[in-house]
């Protein structure tokens, strides 16, 4: 009885300690990239954000010296690893982009492997 009682024990700490909803809504919060730049002396800062919702829809603005240069309402979809974010803007290309970890930091990379956000 202590054996069956033992098993019964582990095996629940198995299945409670590993959960695929996880990787489902990884990419739900903010995600931001903050890039200061010099340039013929004057020092420019760009700020570009990503919120994602759990609803599938999410909100971009970029901010180029406390000025807001782009936004846009988007949905995104999962498929395997990646996302795709779909803006409603039309004059903006969608992008499809993969959650990677370095050092602890979870960051946003496209397809062309350039990291475009690390998570706030």
Same mark, same amino acid.
């Given at each position: *009885?202590?054996? !069956?009682?033992? /098993?019964?024990?582990?095996? !629940?700490? !198995?299945? @409670? $300690?590993?959960?695929?909803d =996880?990787?489902?809504d %990884?990419?739900? $919060?903010?995600? +931001?990239?903050?890039? +200061?730049?010099?340039?013929g002396g004057?020092t420019?800062?760009t700020?570009t954000?990503?919120k994602?919702?759990s609803? #599938? @829809? %999410? #909100?971009?603005?970029q901010?180029?010296?406390? +000025?807001? @240069?782009?936004?846009?309402?988007?949905s995104?979809?999962? =498929? $395997?690893?990646?996302y795709?974010? =779909?803006?409603q803007?039309?004059? *903006?290309?969608d992008?499809?982009?993969?959650?990677t970890?370095l050092? $602890?930091y979870k *960051? /946003? +990379?496209?397809?062309?492997e =350039? @990291?475009?956000?690390?998570k706030?």
């Amino acid at each position: *009885m202590v054996k !069956l009682f033992s /098993l019964v024990v582990c095996a !629940l700490v !198995l299945f @409670t $300690g590993c959960s695929d909803d =996880d990787d489902a809504d %990884g990419i739900v $919060g903010t995600w +931001e990239m903050e890039v +200061e730049y010099s340039f013929g002396g004057e020092t420019n800062k760009t700020v570009t954000s990503w919120k994602f919702a759990s609803d #599938n @829809t %999410g #909100n971009y603005n970029q901010v180029v010296n406390s +000025e807001e @240069t782009s936004a846009s309402a988007f949905s995104w979809t999962k =498929d $395997g690893e990646w996302y795709s974010v =779909d803006y409603q803007d039309a004059e *903006m290309t969608d992008i499809q982009v993969k959650i990677t970890s370095l050092a $602890g930091y979870k *960051m /946003l +990379e496209n397809k062309e492997e =350039d @990291t475009i956000a690390m998570k706030k």
